[in-house]
């Protein structure tokens, strides 16, 4: 594909010349002969820095949001050479008319929010599975379609150049449907600018990310993002659902596009969707559903009243894209686990272990709030923020955990450059005077044992903060650690342990 006809569509793009363009990136490290490399900067590397490698890897283009360098235009004259206004935006473009618009060929399905992206993918998924049509799935653990793995995630909603390249690739294997969560990193570096939304789901705002953002008005207005992509979305019967218990659904609904059809779901107030007389048990959640004048009993294998909230969200936004009732609930229902996400550790041992993802303090509360209403008899907690993160969530999540378990403990997460003496110190500034059933084990292997030995008939560990995660990021290296993995092995030393077999 020639150059000027992939920047289609920028104005304000100056070219130096037309080149034929044979892949598109901004990793110097994946150029190749013929690619068009775009000089982003993210929010620890400048791009431009990187433009003489690219050439070197054969770049054939390059698009910068910065003059020219004349020693580099000299000196490589075969290079076209192309500055814009905007390099973010202009990538986006590129990326989805360089794919030939591959979200336009299926059903795209955006989902955002603070917590419960990935479980309300994972649903909508496993919907779309049992309506036949071979869904993809861009999320936080995994890109796959069709139920198999494409790769591991290295962001929840990837830069704009593999974005588009997947959505083609999944568009090619014959999805019908797909399913992105999108973060607010990702609407805020307009990666998900040219994504062709049918549906845009509203999770929740809670507090996270706020070292990126810088306050939660910023963050709320990343997340409203999505619903201004999705009324720019050159699809036809557009919805946007809402979760309508959310203290800020009002607003978020009285600002929608007129081209928009809003859809709520919720559990409090009313909403097109709504789950009444919960009961959340140790083995299953039921509730009533009410929706589109009918309604039915949904018995979710998956626990916890903030499970009802992703189910609603699946089945709302499913059912809003025409998908039938009937389906759409036995999608939900049959769905057993998501990696992470209240995940059982079970080898017959007489007390429940549990891995979860939650990293916030609002995911931490709801977690063992739902675990409280569960018969159990303590409630152990091991929990742990990460570096280089945002520390306003430290001392909240040490107050969650040490009022809400009868025993917490406090350990390393991903420290990365941080030290790890002064994330422990955040989060203690949370417990200060008022809680004293709290310990801190910095080893996480050694905490998680800890909580194991220290468990009894009945009792439930719950084991927080990295979920799926089979890493652990330090300082100087990244190690292999999966919680599931030694909370297993703790089980199987703990003395006496007698497996049910």
């Not at 929010?43 to 004349?70: C, F, Q």
Request: hydrophobic letters at 40%.
């Amino acid at each position: 594909m020639r150059l000027k006809e992939i920047l289609k569509g920028v104005p304000e793009a100056l070219i130096t010349a037309d080149a034929e363009i044979l892949c598109i990136t901004n990793d110097s490290r994946k150029v190749q002969k013929g690619c068009l490399f775009f000089a982003v900067t993210g929010i620890n590397e400048d791009g431009n820095t990187y433009i003489r490698s690219a050439i070197m890897g054969g770049a054939a283009a390059v698009v910068t949001g910065r003059p020219v360098p004349p020693e580099l235009a000299g000196a490589h004259p075969r290079i076209s050479w192309v500055s814009v206004t905007d390099v973010l935006g202009t990538f986006s473009k590129a990326a989805s008319q360089f794919y030939e618009h591959p979200s336009r060929r299926f059903k795209l399905i955006g989902v955002t929010g603070t917590n419960g992206k990935t479980t309300t993918a994972y649903l909508l998924e496993n919907i779309y599975a049992l309506a036949g049509a071979f869904p993809g799935v861009i999320g936080t653990i995994d890109y796959r379609v069709g139920g198999k793995v494409i790769s591991k995630a290295a962001n929840t909603t990837p830069l704009a150049g593999e974005l588009h390249s997947l959505f083609r690739m999944m568009a090619d294997a014959g999805a019908a449907a797909v399913v992105m969560e999108v973060s607010s990193h990702a609407l805020a570096l307009k990666r998900a600018d040219e994504a062709a939304f049918d549906v845009a789901v509203f999770t929740n705002l809670q507090r996270d990310h706020l070292d990126f953002h810088k306050d939660r008005e910023t963050y709320f207005k990343a997340k409203l993002r999505l619903f201004e992509l999705l009324a720019a979305s050159p699809k036809k019967n557009k919805s946007a659902v809402v979760n309508a218990d959310e203290d800020r659904a009002g607003e978020i609904l009285s600002a929608l596009s007129d081209n928009l059809t809003p859809v709520t779901y919720g559990i409090d107030k009313p909403a097109d969707f709504r789950a009444e007389n919960a009961e959340i048990l140790q083995d299953r959640t039921v509730f009533e559903l009410s929706a589109r004048g009918t309604r039915r009993r949904v018995t979710l294998r998956l626990l916890g009243r903030y499970n009802i909230y992703n189910a609603l969200a699946a089945v709302a936004a499913s059912v809003s894209a025409g998908v039938p009732l009937e389906t759409a609930v036995r999608g939900v229902e049959t769905l057993t686990t998501v990696p992470g996400r209240l995940e059982r550790v079970e080898l017959g041992q007489p007390f429940g272990v549990f891995v979860d993802y939650a990293h916030t303090d609002a995911a931490l509360d709801n977690v063992l709030s739902n675990l409280r209403k569960m018969p159990h008899g303590r409630i152990i907690t091991v929990f742990g923020c990460g570096g280089d993160r945002d520390r306003t969530k430290r001392a909240p999540m040490g107050k969650a955990a040490a009022s809400l378990s009868d025993y917490a403990i406090i350990t390393s997460d991903n420290p990365r450059g941080e030290d790890p003496d002064r994330i422990f110190a955040d989060i203690q500034d949370g417990l200060k005077d008022a809680f004293t059933n709290f310990t801190l084990i910095p080893d996480r292997k050694s905490a998680i044992t800890k909580a194991v030995e220290m468990a009894q008939a009945g009792d439930i560990v719950l084991i927080a903060g990295k979920g799926h995660e089979d890493y652990q990021i330090l300082s100087d290296r990244t190690i292999h650690f999966d919680d599931r993995e030694a909370a297993a092995e703790a089980i199987r030393n703990k003395v006496p342990y007698e497996p049910n077999l």
